[in-house]
């Protein structure tokens, strides 16, 4: 039996559209004017709450529906999953280089550092004994996170050093893998 992801709610696109580098810098600098201005008017509107929610199907894939958007997540067929979709790990790595991206952009046009394009490859080691029960002394989770970042442009490796800084300080995806979050987390009987 074949289970796939719900349909989104809504329609979206599931490309991306091309957007040359004036267009770019204009959304940019248009989004950044006008969180200030509503950040201004009321610190309050900073406050974003993210959801994602899921529900397993198949051996152990999952269906995860984040705002418009629906996915599948499995595991290769050696963790005996049918390798439908990313791993859950390979989503964190897309979702910390994909940050990356909107960051560098976001600073680079607030820092006045521009780049052509971006390339961006984030890798991670992890020992799989801890979750296969075979080894409690190993962390579960990832035991070091690599990003490489590759800018084209006219900018000196100096400038582009500085935006690195720019974008460690503030990626949320890159906080959120380097620093602990508290999490709670509720068990219910269905």
């Known amino acids: 039996m074949t289970t796939t992801a719900p349909a989104a709610q809504t329609a979206h696109p599931t490309t991306v559209p091309t957007t040359s580098a004036a267009e770019r810098a204009e959304r940019l600098t ?3 004017q006008e ?3 509503r950040i201004a008017a009321d610190r309050t509107s900073a406050h974003l709450t993210s959801r994602a929610t899921a529900a397993g199907v198949g051996t152990v894939a999952t269906t995860v529906r984040a705002g418009r958007h629906a996915f599948i997540v499995d595991e290769p067929a050696a963790l005996a999953g049918d390798d439908a979709g990313p791993s859950p790990v390979d989503y964190v ?3 910390l280089a994909g940050c990356q991206v909107v960051v560098y952009r976001l600073y680079a046009q607030t820092l006045g550092i521009p ?4 390339a961006v490859t984030a890798e991670a080691d992890l020992d799989a004994a801890r979750l296969l029960g075979a080894d409690d002394s190993v962390r579960p989770g990832f035991s070091e996170v690599r990003i ?3 800018l084209n442009g006219e900018e000196t490796q100096e400038r582009y050093e500085e935006l690195r800084a720019a974008v460690d300080a503030n990626c ?3 906080d959120i893998i ?3 979050v508290p999490v709670r987390t509720t068990v219910t009987r269905g």
């Open 35 to 37: 969180w200030g201005e």
């Open 93 to 95: 790595l897309g979702a």
């Open 172 to 174: 949320p995806v890159l």
């Open 178 to 180: 380097e620093n602990p």
């Open 148 to 150: 490489h970042i590759t």
């Open 30 to 32: 248009r989004a950044g």
């Open 115 to 118: 780049f052509d394009e971006i």
